[in-house]
């Protein structure tokens, strides 16, 4: 290290020498010993401007806040412990952890500062409220749901297994099985619109199967009995949002919804069918290269039938899900009808 | 004692040089930081800015209270607020570095949102890292710093909080920023 009476020669150099141009620089590095010399030829050379511009301030908030896995291993939510993290979502987190019984449970945690927003809590208090009213053997089940010192939480049954994102994205899936799939899934949406709740939000990464074979519909978090839906556009303004969005929800929101129209039963069946069409097809019907693309797609794009990109699609079935993604929600068949055409394919032996 | 008595007479216990005082100081100030940032971040939403000063001005009067702000308390308090900021902000920086490592299990998707704040915690680790190197060698320089970019503190804050002359800190913090700036990058021969 610079000794301190090198340390002041620097300093008292250094600003002399930094306004000058640098030819008229080596007069004055030229009277001084080696070692001051060395440490100003390298600070000359450094570049001041690369220095941080704004003060970290908002990283700070934002580490506070987006810091994912706030809670470790053993910390008390209620009468559950927490175990470890699942996964982090845009309202909150999942974590595994275990009932007084020891028990596993998934735990859904609204973070703190969200619950700041009375959006937040509402809809975070709507899914907590729609999923407890529904019981279905397809429908996750609620055990409990309340308030801690960490925020809201729902504890959920434990489901081990894949999301559908995960099985879609793992390749082809025999018929047999997809049919199977279609029927406990459309049982599931036809159970919560007979109850009056849509779930409004029906995509693959919302679908367990569980090791049993049997599927699990999750997430009510935009369930609501009535009223207008609302497109919610992260607003935050950086990158990268509206394409993780997409590839999110809005792949899987129908054209009326797009339009600003309410919301219906229709409307999940039309999230079903593109779905399906994506475990039957292999693709999704209306993947695109860009956002604007995809809108694009949603609104104007003739879909080809699934049988087109792949055999062995019951004639009945292929149609089915065409008229569950038509533009008109009119057309589409009810999710009780969708149910009934499954049930009645995969009856047979 | 009410908290904020307790916040001003350990504020001048400091100032008279009473080392223990800025012991008890500092878990103070650095909750209160956290609760105001926590709030700012809220809302940021509406649109918002996060102003670091306006943050501790506003810790500095919940801790204090308005009728106790004098001007050398206020001096005294924003010293030790820039140094919980520092913490704070390195501590969780460092915390969101090592989360990213994790476990393997949990599949965690990293989108550019998250990426640009990954790389701005790696940075502020590093200013951090250096910055203890500078305070080997030029102390007040690491304070001139630390008040600058942690705490957001303008030239003259500064100045005034340290008790040294407007241009003393505009020079410190020129070379400052060059030290740091050659520390971190490496030198390029």
Known sequence: MIQPADWEKVEELFHEAIDLPVHQREALLASTSAAVRAELESLLKADEKAFFAEPPVHLAADLLERQPGALAAGQRIGKYEIESLITVGGMGEVYLARDPSGGPIALKILRRHLVASPQAVDRFETEARAASALHHPNIVTVCESGESAAGLFIAMEWIDGPTFRELIDAGAVDTAQAIDWGGQAAGAVAAAHAAGILHRDIKPANIILGKDGVLKILDFGLARLAGPVRLEVNSSGASGTISGTLSGTLLYMSPELFRGELASTASDVYSLGTLLYELWAGRHPFAAETPLAVFEAIECRVVAAPSTLRAGIPAEIDGLILRMLDRDPGVRPSASKVCEVFSRFSAKP | ?189
């Open chain 2, 1 to 189: 004692m009410n908290p904020q008595g307790e916040v001003t007479s350990l504020l001048a216990a400091w100032g008279k040089g009473d080392q223990n005082a800025l012991n008890e100081l500092m878990p103070l100030v650095y909750k209160e930081l956290h609760r105001i940032a926590r709030r700012a971040w809220v809302g940021q939403d509406q649109g918002n800015t996060l102003q670091p000063t306006a943050l501790l001005n506003e810790a500095y009067l919940k801790l204090a209270g308005a009728e106790n702000a004098s001007y050398e308390n206020r001096c005294h308090f924003f010293a030790v607020a820039c140094t919980a900021m520092r913490q704070i902000l390195v501590n969780h920086a460092k915390s969101r570095l090592a989360g990213k490592r994790g476990s393997g299990q949990v599949k965690l998707s990293i989108d550019d949102v998250q990426l640009a704040v990954h790389q701005e915690a790696a940075q502020v680790v590093a200013l951090h890292e250096a910055l203890e190197r500078l305070e080997a060698v030029d102390s007040r320089k690491s304070r001139v710093i630390e008040m600058r970019y942690f705490g957001g503190l303008s030239i003259e804050e500064t100045a005034e909080a340290l008790g040294i002359s407007v241009i003393t800190v505009n020079r410190d913090w020129r070379l400052a920023r060059t030290w740091l700036m050659r520390e971190i990058n490496g030198e390029e021969s």
